[in-house]
């Protein structure tokens, strides 16, 4: 069975400081990985998606991200936040069943609160 | 375009009850899943439709239901509601590939009194 784990619950940095937010899974077969945000009272949004190639992907909002095969890891990064960062970010896993999709199994979160 | 639709966006009801929440997907996207989210068990997956057959479910009571019309909208049903059922559910939309990715509607909050 695939698992998901977000390693830090809530992560406090300051404005246009650097910030690294950790995800590792646990699959036997090939995954697919994605990383999302969650702003107060809204779905979630489609932040970058690995699914092979280059191993550091870059998404929406300044964000990027780094898949490691040998750490079954995929954590998330911003070289300067902004206030407007302010949000909770979910590691997500998919995996293909004979060419159909599973479905998305998600971390409990990471609430990212960044201070002035 | 237009995004994952999902109405009503609160909702209030007592035990129970039952209740059927709706969701419209994204133009051409043949799946759609349903998560219930709240603080203490995190996003957890209900069930998955592509085209109009339940594809995925994950580890509810029977009394959680749902189906997907023709035209890929889908409804989710819960029945006899307890307390522990109010969450926000949220509704998600993709072509039905694994690497696909979904997107995700604003969702419903339940409340049950």
């Known amino acids: 069975a695939q698992s998901v784990t977000q390693l830090d619950s809530q992560v406090p940095v300051f404005e246009e400081a650097p910030v690294e937010l950790r995800c590792n899974y646990s699959s036997s077969v090939s995954v697919y990985l994605f990383w999302y945000v969650q702003y107060p009272n809204q779905g979630l949004q489609l932040l970058l998606k690995?699914?092979?190639?280059?191993?550091l992907v870059k998404g929406i909002n300044g964000f990027e991200a780094e898949f490691n095969k040998s750490q079954t890891s995929f954590h998330l990064r911003k070289p300067s936040v902004h206030i407007s960062d302010t949000a909770e970010y979910f590691c997500?896993?998919?995996?293909?069943?004979?060419?159909?999709?599973?479905?998305?199994?998600f971390g409990k979160g990471t609430k990212l609160s960044v201070k002035p | 375009k237009a995004g994952v639709t999902q109405t009503p966006r609160y909702l209030i009801k007592t035990r129970g009850q039952q209740v059927t929440l709706s969701c419209s997907p994204i133009?051409?996207?043949?799946?759609v899943s349903w998560y219930q989210q709240t603080p203490g068990q995190g996003l957890q997956f209900l069930f998955e439709?592509?085209?109009?057959?339940?594809?995925n479910k994950g580890n509810f009571p029977g009394r959680f239901s749902g189906r997907q019309f023709s035209n890929s909208r889908s409804e989710m049903n819960v029945s006899t509601l307890e307390l522990g059922d109010s969450a926000l559910y949220l509704c998600?939309?993709?072509?039905?590939?694994?690497?696909?990715?979904?997107?995700f509607g604003s969702g419903t909050r339940l409340t049950v009194v």
């Open positions: 133009s051409g996207h043949r799946s």
């Open positions: 998600a939309s993709s072509f039905g590939q694994a690497w696909d990715g979904y997107t």
């Open positions: 997500a896993v998919s995996v293909e069943y004979g060419g159909s999709q599973g479905n998305l199994i």
């Open positions: 439709y592509f085209s109009e057959t339940q594809r």
């Open positions: 690995y699914l092979s190639g280059s191993t």
